[in-house]
Nanobody, 122 residues
Framework: VQLQASGGGLVQAGDSLRLSCAAS????????VGWFRQGPGKEREAVGV????????YYSDSVKGRFTISRDNAKNTVYLQMNSLKPEDTAVYYC????????????????WGQGTLVTVSS
């Protein structure tokens, strides 16, 4: 499966953004999809993971209550709605897909998009 992330940009603290992850292939619904981010000088971390059907999601503590992950399997797309953005949310955001397991660790994912940059100014 090929993934393409989009929707990043420069916003101010408190603003919202919605990221999209568009996938190729007819079996998109068979993949767990995660959104990860890597800020300057930081390790890559999971911010949200969604199950194959979309009925279960995981969020990191740093984004819980502010970010929402969702998916539309008919459109082969996963979304990350980011509200109340903070400067510490500044990072390159990646979407990734796993055909194996629901996990928050980055090395459980086999397919990665190219990343989209989110910059939040104070």
């Amino acid at each position: 499966v090929q993934l393409q992330a989009s929707g990043g940009g420069l916003v101010q603290a408190g603003d919202s953004l919605r990221l999209s992850c568009a996938a190729s292939g007819r079996t998109f619904g068979s993949y767990v999809v995660g959104w990860f981010r890597q800020g300057p000088g930081k390790e890559r971390e999971a911010v949200g993971v969604i199950s194959r059907s979309g009925d279960y999601a995981y969020y990191s503590d740093s984004v819980k209550g502010r970010f929402t992950i969702s998916r539309d399997n008919a459109k082969n797309t996963v979304y990350l709605q980011m509200n109340s953005l903070k400067p510490e949310d500044t990072a390159v955001y990646y979407c990734a897909a796993s055909g194996r397991t629901f996990a928050s660790r980055w090395n459980a994912y086999d397919y990665w998009g190219q990343g989209t940059l989110v910059t939040v100014s104070s």
